[in-house]
């Protein structure tokens, strides 16, 4: 198939219409705007329905209710967004209903600004609804591969019966690269809804009795045995879905560890540190729930360091510590609120820090 | 090869446009691209930016902190865009609305009188095809048929009145 150049937000709600999205609820906020508008003109051609929703609120209860049908839903947001739809992200863990959710995320707290930023790191891979629940999260460095995760996360959601996340950010959804689209796959018709997924609410005229999309379980024997059901999925999912991609390791002196954006910038930094004869790698998480720990085995003797490097006052860098485990120290680079370093500043950073260990 | 560009003007001025265009023809070229532009509350006569990395091998980082090209549709472009280019760049100026002279003299400077040039060719919208011609021709970073065809692809439909006309901007500017 050949390649078309797209802007990143098109081409993640192209990815989603041809993963056989047939429902997505939209509510505009910067910097993913493009997405509902391109939803609001093509996925009515593919057959799907568009509805603007009156707010994130909304956006993501109507979500819940059209999945709790069998329907193949789409959400996106960015950061104040997605944290305005947590409670109803809790639910639709609760009562185990699929759901596509993308953010394109911005610097924050609050409103915050609308320039690239991974703060919501927390947000998205310990959740902010109450109760036990998790969410698998994706974070793709690059518009190919972001569509290629939206692509395959319907049918993780589907799989697992429970919201799936993509964590992109407002640098990838605004530019543009060259991507391959997948092959467009039909609707799911009522009759598949039917078999495919008999917990959903299709109408009593199928089946016995009736189907209840319900998260209130007031016996608390009742409400842990369902927790703990749904934390053997989590389980699985931990170790299913852990991904992570890794260059340079052999040699490393310094290790970076970096998701989407700030991963393609420590590619240049470790560019720029081997002109000035120290050699770098990088551990780039894909899943950031489940965290890929076994990256982290991959590290060399050779390693005097390895760097959490975030577009956030750090966040990842918990979990990276728990994957190190103290094998190696572990620093910090970090810039917050929208500013995203130069690749020049990371190296620099990073001699800094290699020299404070040394 | 790897080639940084950076195009920056004011909202309205087409400058995303034709950095798309130099973008959309590198790949059609079988070049890897990146485009890369500011975002914000935009508004016509705002600031407007884009960066366009065209390379042979896949492009780690869309971020740029220097470049090989710069165009500067408008003063304040070149006022705070010239220090970005490496030494050695070269620097196309808008010079018929930017009246000051580069301070620079390890870079290649290239007058491109775009807005006049297009009001003789009867609009002065295409100004930035203009500059798109000047571009093509001196860097030779995609081919000039490669340009015209991406034209085609761009006006047509509704807006293929405008495309004799921009076809025409794209030939004003002789090296």
């Known amino acids: ?358 | 090869m790897k080639v940084k560009m950076f195009f920056a003007g004011s909202g309205g001025q087409g400058i995303l446009a034709i950095g798309q265009m130099i973008a959309k023809a590198a790949m059609l070229e079988g070049k890897e691209v990146t485009w890369l532009p500011s975002y914000g509350p935009e508004m016509r006569g705002g600031t407007a930016n884009c960066t366009v990395i065209v390379s042979d091998k896949p492009i780690p980082c869309p971020l740029i902190n220097e470049t090989d090209v710069l165009v500067a549709m408008n003063l304040p472009s070149l006022l705070k865009f010239e220090p970005l280019l490496v030494p050695n760049g070269t620097l196309f100026i808008n010079s018929s609305i930017v009246s000051e002279k580069a301070k620079r003299g390890d870079i290649s400077v290239i007058d491109v009188p775009a807005n006049e040039m297009a009001r003789e060719l009867g609009n002065e919208k295409a100004a930035n095809m203009v500059m798109l011609g000047a571009i093509v021709r001196k860097t030779g970073i995609v081919g000039m048929d490669t340009i015209r065809e991406e034209t085609r692809h761009m006006f047509s439909g509704r807006k293929e009145q405008f495309l004799p006309m921009n076809l025409a901007a794209l030939d004003v500017y002789k090296v």
């Open chain 1, 1 to 358: 198939m050949s390649k078309v150049l797209m802007k990143g937000n098109e081409a993640f709600a192209e990815a989603a219409i041809r993963a056989g999205c047939n429902c997505y609820f939209g509510y505009p906020i910067t910097p993913q705007n493009e997405i509902p508008e391109y939803m609001s003109h093509e996925l009515p051609k593919a057959g799907g329905s568009f509805v603007q929703a009156e707010s994130e609120l909304a956006a993501v209860n109507m979500a819940y209710g059209a999945a709790a049908a069998g329907g193949r839903a789409f959400i996106s947001t960015s950061s104040p967004g997605l944290a305005l739809m947590q409670e109803g992200l809790g639910f639709i863990c609760s009562t185990e209903v699929p759901l596509v959710v993308l953010n394109v995320s911005r610097g924050g707290p609050g409103v915050g600004g609308i320039q690239p930023g991974q703060a919501d790191y927390l947000q998205v891979t310990r959740g902010g609804y109450n109760g036990d629940a998790k969410t698998p999260v994706f974070a793709p460095a690059g518009i190919q591969e972001c569509v290629e995760l939206i692509y395959e996360a319907f049918d993780i959601a589907d799989k697992y019966r429970n919201p799936v996340i993509i964590f992109a950010d407002g640098m990838m959804g605004q530019m543009m690269e060259p991507v391959e689209l997948p092959e467009k796959k039909p609707l799911i018709s009522a009759e598949q809804i039917r078999t495919q997924k008999p917990w959903a609410i299709t109408g009593t005229d199928h089946h016995d009795g009736r189907n209840v999309v319900y998260s209130l379980r007031l016996q608390p024997d009742v409400l842990e045995a369902h927790v703990e059901h749904m934390f053997e999925k989590y389980a699985k999912a931990e170790r299913e879905l852990a991904r992570y991609k890794t260059s340079n390791l052999d040699d490393a002196e310094i290790v970076f560890v970096a998701f989407g954006t700030m991963s393609r910038l420590c590619a240049e930094a470790v560019e720029l540190l081997e002109a000035q004869g120290i050699k770098a790698g990088v551990i780039r998480p894909i899943s950031l729930w489940p965290f890929p720990d076994a990256a982290f085995d991959e590290i060399g003797d050779k390693t005097k360091l390895v760097i959490s490097t975030e577009l956030s006052m750090g966040q990842m860098v918990f979990d990276v510590k728990a994957a190190v485990n103290g094998r190696w120290p572990v620093g910090l680079i970090n810039r917050t609120g929208g500013v995203v370093p130069s690749s020049v500043e990371i190296a620099e950073r990073a001699k800094k820090l290699l020299e404070e260990v040394k």
